[in-house]
């Protein structure tokens, strides 16, 4: 008897063998983290310390894969976006590389003696041609913005509105496959080799749909709440320059005040070496390289007032 395990009631503590021979469709999952069969009576939280993996990360996306219909959307935006990232990287080379040639092989053999053997695969050969460049841009475009933004720096001329305006679902077309297919093929020929084909674009189907739904529903939405975070840090640094020290705010107002360096020294104590360091730090923090600037900025700032500078005109 095969048994079953409840994924709602998944703990670190589940015996990973277990829960896989309850539902296969979870091995996607393990293939993404690359994690090989033989288990043993290991438990989920054993088997990550041993592979290098977050448990937590990995029981939300295993609850993720036994419940397509049902995401826990509130646990999934709990993952960090490198993580997912990863997770998306890693499941692109596993489309790319794996599942869909293996597809398209399965459906080669199984439609040999078939009339209409060469348009079926033909329109595979342009749906995988429209699923590589797809998962070619992301890899070679949109990933490595994400990267840079979760590194702390944002490339300029691109944002996830970019990405956004060209993207599509790569799951349609295969749902459109399977509809055809069982339709209108009839049941003679390799009938068995054909429903093992259509079994794996059901599944390449199903994991594509919830591929899609960690891209669009959890990921663009963190990546945007980057974005703006990074937008109010730029409008802020440019409103709010850095805070001047009492000393440096006394060397604006000498300055503005028409003193000269050596001036500047024998008032407030300081070498001329210590004055030329203050207004160097001054000029960085504050954008302003010029002494008729500091003078605008130390009246501005209430440093100084008018009749002051006019008393020492």
Do not use: W
Not at 69 to 92: F, G, M, Q, V
Not at 286 to 299: E, N, P
């Amino acid at each position: 008897m095969t048994l079953v395990i409840d994924t709602k009631t998944l703990t670190q503590d589940t015996k990973l063998a277990e829960l896989v021979r309850s539902d296969l469709n979870l091995l996607f999952v393990l293939n993404q983290f690359s994690m090989p069969m033989g288990f043993g009576d290991k438990t989920i939280g054993e088997i990550c310390r041993s592979h290098g993996v977050d448990t937590e990360s990995f029981l939300t996306l295993l609850m993720f894969h036994a419940q397509p219909d049902k995401p826990d959307k509130e646990r999934l935006c709990h993952l960090d976006a490198a993580t997912i990232l990863t997770y998306l990287k890693n499941s692109h080379t596993y489309f790319l590389d794996y599942r869909l040639p293996a597809i398209k092989e399965q459906l080669a053999v199984a439609l040999q003696a078939h009339a209409t053997r060469s348009t079926i695969l033909q329109y595979f050969d342009e749906y995988e041609t429209e699923v590589k460049e797809h998962m070619n841009y992301e890899n070679l475009v949109f990933f490595p913005y994400v990267e840079s933004l979760l590194a702390g720096s944002e490339p300029v001329g691109y944002s996830v509105k970019d990405f956004q305006a060209r993207h599509n679902n790569v799951d349609e077309a295969l749902e459109e496959l399977l509809s055809l297919l069982i339709k209108y093929l009839p049941t003679e020929g390799q009938y068995f080799l054909l429903s093992d084909a259509l079994e794996a674009i059901k599944r390449c189907h199903r994991d594509l749909t919830l591929h899609t739904y960690l891209e669009d529903d959890i990921l663009v939405p963190k990546i945007q709440l980057l974005e703006k975070h990074k937008v109010a840090e730029t409008v802020k640094s440019v409103q709010e320059p850095n805070e001047l020290s009492d000393r440096e705010k006394e060397i604006v107002c000498s300055v503005a005040q028409g003193l000269s360096n050596k001036q500047i020294a024998d008032k407030h104590f300081i070498s001329i070496h210590t004055v030329i360091t203050h207004r160097r730090n001054i000029s960085r923090k504050l954008g302003i390289h010029s002494s008729a600037g500091l003078v605008v900025y130390a009246i501005l700032n209430k440093l100084v007032t008018i009749d002051e500078l006019r008393l020492n005109a």
